[in-house]
């Protein structure tokens, strides 16, 4: 049983697109710009080419609600049935060569296939979970009608062949009901859902459309981090004077941008109740690390690579294995991590985190890494925490950088810390499952990335205001004060899940 694994070189530069070029189908569907940040360069591919009728047709008749509020497939567990006894899904991948200069179109290809897949795969375990009962074993093998297509798909596309947050799932799910509109919320539709998504008041169209409404704000935060980057690189004195007024206008923007997403992370709680989340939740966990699947799932006709055979090339059924849906492969946060230099613990739950790299769009992993490793080389860190005793004004001025960098650091906490407080209230108090559905331990992983932030904050606050002597205003000092007790809640809380469930 194997794995695809994706291995970028870390780039020494990278273009961020500052027009995001929406009608050039020449580009893959993801390219990060200033301004749309993470989002697709145009909204997604609503309508597939008509040689993929069966595939719509089935797509559509897919979900347990239907649009019009009809029973679908899902509802009796008959998607099972419409591929492997009716026979209603030819091998269409020879047709995905008319469209492969269409990579937005290809795109949605990926999408679509990897609904399919998740859906075939894991039926049999969202019927017994809606019989109160565990979800015992998925199916194991796709068979080739689906596994070749989104196979090449994935090939073309720069994609795993399953199921991904950005390429699939989430950030290229969604339409515009009024297209005049744009991108409010009240505007956003599903294009394809497992359960009552189609419903944009439903709990699984508020999951997914609250993730599309946060990572619309990250336009600013991809600019701000490249206007600091440029601005550290430009100044290499120590950034004195008007280059340091640059760099703080940089974090400036960057923490306004991750204020906006976590206000908008924060309306989750309402718009996708607690309570009727794993209703749907069933249908996004994946295929690695996961009871219902302990030896992955053979793809028919897909080589160990994951790459399709020919039609009439002898029978093959590779064993894959892939991580599934999760937000924890958005690339916003990660993109923090990077820039700020967070360090994480070494553990087995940070070689997760960097498993995650692999299942995001080719040109995000890129960005990240060539953050990374920017941020490492200008020694960003230290850029900004540095000091100076040139004069008052720069004194106050070097202040603002450490300031703004613990402020910025405070809202990486903020996503991490209402994350943890989602997976409590949404999964912990639901359901004993022990993984989430990208496959991590469910209790331990999300602190091992909050608790890292928290002695970042404290680290950085002590050393600037004990050895340094400096003043940082009554805001921060109020703000570490939370900082300490939030560290003592979270460990107190961390054991008692572990003792409850025996971790």
Known sequence: MGSIVIDDIVPTSFEVLDDARPNDTSLPAFMVSKTRGFLPRANPVVELPEAFAA?????????????????????????????????????????????????????????????????????????????????????????????????????LCGFKPFMEYAGSYALFNYRLQDPKAGLTYDNLRLIRAFEHGLD?????????????????????????????????????DGGKGADRELFNAGLTQVLTSLQRINAVMETMWGKSRPEQYTSFRTFIFGITSQSMFPDGVAYEGVDENGVELDADAPASTTRLSFRGESGANDSMIPLMDNFLEIPMPDTPLTQILKDFRQYRPSNHRQFLAYVRAKSAALHLKDFALQGSTQTADATAVSNQSIQLWLQVLNQVRDFRWRHWCFGKEYILKRTAHPTATGGSPIVTWLPNQLQAVLREMQAIYTHATATEGRKLGAEVDDMMDMVVRQSATLAKEVARYCEERGV
């Open 55 to 155: 595939l719509e047709s089935i797509l559509t008749r897919m979900p347990v609600k239907r649009l019009d509020g009809t029973p679908g497939l899902l509802a009796e567990g008959k998607l099972g049935d419409a591929i492997l006894v009716s026979k209603e899904l030819p091998d269409l991948t020879d047709a995905i060569d008319t469209v492969r200069h269409d990579l937005p179109m290809l795109n949605a290809l990926y999408r679509d296939y990897s609904f399919l897949a998740s859906a075939f795969l894991l039926e049999p375990c969202h019927m017994r979970f809606i019989r109160g009962e565990e979800y015992g074993l998925g199916r194991d093998v796709l068979p080739a009608c689906i596994a070749r297509p989104i196979a090449r798909c994935a090939r």
């Open 200 to 236: 944009p008041t439903s709990s699984e169209a508020g999951f997914v459309l609250v993730h599309v409404d946060m990572v619309r704000n990250s336009g600013p935060l991809v600019a701000g981090t490249c206007a600091c980057l440029d601005t550290a690189e430009a100044s290499k």
